[in-house]
């Protein structure tokens, strides 16, 4: 059974770089076929892909959030990180770590979510 | 990113049937994309349930009941979630997803209501 659990400052300051990790245990982010995502969710609102990334280190992202968000895997620790910069407050929501299956099917569907870590853009 | 359309609300006494709808634009033709379902109770994250492309291409997550199927509508360029029987414990909200072309994208959700 993967599991997920994300990690980082539930506090950030405006304009300032928002940083989380993803820890997964029960399954290896390196070797396979799976993308391992980040998804976001303002309260009360709905839910925003932001990106992801392929155990080969390639990576997707969200078009309007593109020019501020990296991805990163970490393969010694099996886990993988979330950077995004220069945030407002708009950035303010649960963000969620997430595995997305890759087969050759082209079915890519999340189906292991972390619990989510709530973060708040104030000064 | 294109916009996937759901309606915000949605209802059904137990026993009936509801219906979740996600349409994408008229300029992007549902008829490739595999639609995929989400369900989310407060407080927990979102829970896969399928994903539908056509009857020969569709798939039901680990554990999710059969009452919950998947289908589209060509002519309105829409996919669709069907819960069969509902049940109290179905009230949630619902998500579609879909890659319209350069990105994952979720449907603004709906709220099923169960009476």
């Known amino acids: 059974q993967v599991q997920l659990q994300e990690s980082g400052p539930g506090l950030v300051k405006p304009s300032q770089t928002l940083a989380l990790t993803c820890a997964v245990s029960?399954?290896?982010?390196?070797?396979?076929?799976?993308?391992w995502s980040w998804v976001r969710q303002p309260a009360g609102k709905g839910l925003e892909w932001i990106g992801r990334i392929h155990s080969s280190g390639n990576t997707h992202y969200n078009p309007s959030l593109k020019s501020r968000v990296t991805i990163s895997l970490d393969t010694s620790k099996n886990q993988f990180s979330l950077r995004l910069t220069s945030v407002t407050a708009a950035d303010t929501a649960l963000y969620y770590c997430a595995r997305q299956t890759g087969g050759a099917d082209y079915v890519h569907y999340l189906d292991y979510w972390g619990q989510g870590t709530l973060v708040t853009v104030s000064s | 990113q294109p916009v996937l359309r759901q309606p915000p609300s949605s209802s059904a006494s137990p026993g009936e049937s509801a219906r979740v709808t996600c349409t994408l634009p008229s300029d992007i033709n549902i008829g490739p994309h595999n639609v995929y379902w989400y369900q989310q109770k407060p407080g927990s994250p979102p829970r896969y349930l399928l994903f539908?492309?056509?009857?020969?291409?569709?798939?039901?997550g680990s554990g999710v009941p059969s009452r919950f199927s998947g289908s589209k509508d060509a002519s309105a360029n829409t996919g669709i979630l069907l819960v069969s029987g509902v049940q109290s414990e179905d009230e949630a909200d619902y998500y579609c997803m879909m890659w319209p072309t350069n990105g994952w994208v979720f449907g603004g959700g709906t709220k099923l209501t169960v009476l």
């Open positions: 029960g399954g290896s982010i390196s070797g396979g076929s799976d993308y």
């Open positions: 539908y492309q056509s009857d020969s291409h569709k798939g039901q």
